[in-house]
């Protein structure tokens, strides 16, 4: 093939990226395009921010290598398919996503391609093994159970990493365009994006993996990878960071890599994940309480550790996985609200935000999705004195708490009325006053 354009889409990286190898491979021209589609802009300002960083390291390390990334605004299909034509390309080449925006397109470049006779070709890349790859026994579609799903999943025969490409050679007469300065985030602390920033943090990761199955609950000792948001971007292989687990026996980290890969081929199967209950059980009886979302969203429920995982997301674009389970609990079924404003919240925030993981966490949290234990309730009082016994995680992010010592801090309206009065933090919420409430099984 004489020219060839990779689409990047969620696989924002030079390293272990099958599209751009492949393309390097078999055209003597190659065009990297990234085209900034102004219907997804609008969904989370970190991420727009995050994404924009991310692109501008990729084109860098393109450079590097003689390349450029060529940028385009609007609609990816037509933008990619006048692209093509102007280079003259021969195929068109893309990772394969699942959610229903990716399948859309998909589906409108199958069309287009064969159009204007350009060879369509999906690679895989977003996660270690193929969504489909691995299907239940008696004809299933896909895993609702994970621990069967991670037993077939390590199983299965990943494919071999690929080399990175030397050089890239864009064709004359493509003009790559400018590159938008990243927008304003909501977030101060949020990560940067970018493959650099991401392989820095996976190097440092690595040499601190050894205690992930003892500290990875631990709310003060932030003992995870924080490598999500570079795993939604692509910033990071997944199966790079696999085999490199691996390598180190980190065989816990390794399964929780996999819940990743479990949640995309549910999304796979069942499109409708954010919106619709993949069990119906359970999904009847939510409250419409606006001022309680309120109070969530704010992170002024009153209970303390729940009110330090809402601002940590606020402040950082991110949240620890135990506080996650927490907040969306306490939402869903100790407020009783409906899990769809939760995800949606969730999703203007996370760096990490894609429709797999976060509506299926959502739904497992909510009793409506694949948990096998849908009733389960977690106690966020309880949850807060095992995980954050001394109360370091919610000073940290409730300051008006400061003054609180050790993990008196996660019952404050225990603490004698005096002191009370003099803190600057709400009692919790009119409907959830009766303490009892906090220690339900
Ligand atoms: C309500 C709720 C919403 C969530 N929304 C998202 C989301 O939008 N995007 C997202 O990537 N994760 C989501 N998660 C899963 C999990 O909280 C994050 O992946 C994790 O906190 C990321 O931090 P880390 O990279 O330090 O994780 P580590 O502990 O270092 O784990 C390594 C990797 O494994 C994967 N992983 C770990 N736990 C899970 C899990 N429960 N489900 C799926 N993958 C997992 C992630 O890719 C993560 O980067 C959500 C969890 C809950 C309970």
Excluded at 138 to 146: A, D
Excluded at 302 to 329: C, F, K, S, Y
Excluded at 351 to 372: E, I, K, M, Y
């Amino acid at each position: 093939m004489r020219t060839a354009v990779v689409l990047f889409t969620r696989d924002l990286r030079v390293r272990d990226n099958p599209a751009l190898a492949a393309a390097c491979a078999n055209a003597e021209h190659v065009v990297p395009l990234y085209v900034l589609d102004p219907k997804l802009q609008k969904l989370s300002p970190n991420r727009t921010r995050f994404l924009h960083q991310a692109l501008a390291d990729l084109r860098a390390a393109l450079r590097e290598r003689g390349g450029d990334l060529v940028v385009r605004t609007g609609d990816p299909v037509a933008e990619a398919i006048e692209v093509a034509r102007a280079a003259g390309a021969e195929g068109i080449g893309m990772a394969a996503d699942v959610s229903t925006y990716a399948r859309r397109r998909e589906q409108r470049f199958r069309e287009e391609c064969e159009r204007h006779r350009i060879a369509l070709r999906l690679f895989p890349g977003l996660t270690v093994v193929d969504p489909g790859a691995v299907r239940p026994g008696g004809g299933g579609s896909s895993y609702r159970v994970f621990s069967p799903y991670h037993r077939a999943w390590r199983a299965a025969q990943w494919r071999a990493e690929v080399a990175t490409p030397e050089k890239i050679t864009v064709p004359p007469g493509i003009v790559p365009g400018p590159l938008p300065e990243p927008p304003e985030g909501d977030s101060p602390d949020a990560a940067e994006g970018g493959e650099t920033p991401a392989r820095r943090l996976f190097t440092t990761w690595l040499r601190h993996i050894g205690p992930y199955p003892e500290l990875h609950n631990d709310l003060p000792a932030d003992g995870t990878s924080r490598l999500s948001p570079y795993l939604r971007f692509g910033c990071l292989s997944p199966l790079e960071l696999a085999n490199a687990a691996i390598k180190q026996d980190a065989e816990d980290y390794v399964r929780q890599l996999s819940w990743r890969d479990f949640y995309y081929q549910v999304a796979f199967v069942f499109p409708k994940l954010s919106t619709e209950p993949l069990r119906l059980a359970g999904d009847t009886t939510w409250r419409y309480d606006d001022d309680a979302l309120q109070h969530w969203k704010d992170g002024l429920t009153g209970v303390p550790v729940v009110d330090a995982g809402m601002r940590q997301m606020r402040a950082e674009g991110w949240m620890h996985n135990r506080a996650r389970l927490i907040t969306a609990a306490f939402l869903t079924k100790h407020l009783g609200i409906d899990w769809r404003p939760g995800v949606q919240w969730f999703f203007r925030y996370l760096l990490d935000g894609d429709v797999p993981n976060n509506s299926g966490n959502w739904q497992w949290v909510a009793g409506t999705g694949n948990d096998t234990r849908p009733y389960r309730r977690f106690n966020p009082i309880r949850q807060a004195q095992r995980f954050d016994p001394e109360g370091v995680y919610v000073r940290r992010y409730v300051p008006e708490l400061k003054g609180v010592e050790g993990g008196a801090v996660h019952q404050p309206w225990r603490l004698p009325a005096e002191v009370r009065r003099g803190l600057d933090y709400p009692g919790p919420l009119e409907s959830h006053r009766d303490e009892a409430v906090w220690l339900r099984p």
